[in-house]
């Protein structure tokens, strides 16, 4: 076991003379902290029955004691934000001017999927890249960028028969699905003008917009709250909580976050106010997802010793024919 500073994570793996057995269905992690926790092999498209659970989880999370000061964090710099949004956007913009960024959000299709259903309908399925910087910026906060994250998870993770890999990918997904649920719905019921469309100081209101008209004019209703930012904190949170030991996470992913904030302030997508409740409930659903995707070993509050657990919940082991490998 590693020593609790060491930095480093210790996880039990099929010793070498067993190689090619198949991945342990649950395998412990000790992070760096010595905290213990099982990670269990997770089933294919089983994020999607966790979105209802992780959404009735959230208010129940958020509002703990512990949180309140957060709660009204949030409130409190959407209020001040609010009322200087639209200098905030003017400064935004004028600096993006000086520095000669383009503030248009323009892609290049690199290559398009035909999907055909129903009597003859055609959906195409694009993928693009950003054409210019700010939309390189724009692009950090893209569904595509995330899932991608996911995936190389998954990939690592099944290549790697590393279940933490693995189970981090399941995370993100269940993550960025339930928040995207969320976000959407709070947008068609603030309905809230995005600032390239608005005719008004700040962007006007319309509460629970009539939905029809919603879907025929949509940037006119959906820039509260970003779905971009939260989706963004959502990713960050998962993968800094599930890798302890990378210290720079945190940094690097909050550091590309505020230039993904300023590009889309830049184009006239979103307010500043769209920002604080947009973090909270990235990193809300964030912590949920890593809450319910792993196990912490308890240890015998006496002894120190990890408490043993039913033979259903036990780690598969190989033979003895070697010592584990450390990751």
């Not at 710099?77 to 200098?87: E, G, K, P």
């Not at 913009?93 to 248009?104: D, T, V």
């Not at 959906?222 to 960050?236: E, I, K």
């Amino acid at each position: 076991m590693a020593a609790p500073d060491s930095g480093r994570v210790e996880a039990v793996t099929p010793a070498a003379a067993d190689t090619t057995a198949r991945r342990p269905r649950r395998s412990d992690y000790v992070m760096p902290s010595g905290t213990v926790y099982h990670y269990e092999r997770p089933k294919p498209f089983r994020f999607l029955l966790n979105i209802p659970r992780d959404v009735v989880a959230y208010p129940k999370f958020a509002f703990q004691k512990k949180n309140l000061p957060m709660i009204g964090g949030v409130v409190a710099s959407t209020v001040l934000l609010y009322a200087f949004d639209q200098q905030i956007l003017d400064g935004a913009k004028q600096l993006g001017r000086h520095l000669n960024l383009s503030s248009a959000s323009t892609q290049t299709t690199l290559f398009d999927v035909p999907v055909r259903y129903g009597n003859g309908k055609q959906l195409d399925l694009e993928f693009n890249y950003p054409s210019n910087l700010n939309s390189a910026m724009y692009f950090l906060g893209d569904g595509w960028t995330h899932l991608s994250i996911a995936g190389s998870f998954w990939a690592y993770g099944l290549i790697g028969r590393d279940n933490r890999a693995s189970q981090t990918a399941s995370q993100l997904m269940e993550a960025t699905y339930t928040n995207g649920l969320v976000v959407q719905v709070l947008k068609h019921l603030t309905g809230r003008e995005s600032p390239y469309t608005t005719t008004y100081p700040r962007g006007k209101i319309r509460l629970f917009p009539n939905q029809k008209i919603y879907s025929q004019h949509v940037p006119n209703y959906d820039a509260y709250p970003s779905g971009h930012l939260s989706t963004a904190m959502a990713t960050v949170t998962v993968i800094a909580e599930n890798y302890p030991e990378y210290r720079f996470i945190r940094p690097v992913g909050y550091s590309l976050m505020g230039l993904l904030s300023y590009a889309m302030l830049n184009n006239g997508v979103h307010w500043a106010s769209d920002y604080p409740l947009a973090l909270a409930l990235g990193y809300g659903f964030g912590k949920i997802a890593v809450m319910h995707g792993r196990q912490e070993v308890k240890r015998d509050q006496e002894t120190g010793l990890l408490l043993p657990r039913p033979w259903y919940k036990q780690v598969r082991l190989s033979p003895p024919a070697g010592p584990a490998a450390t990751v």
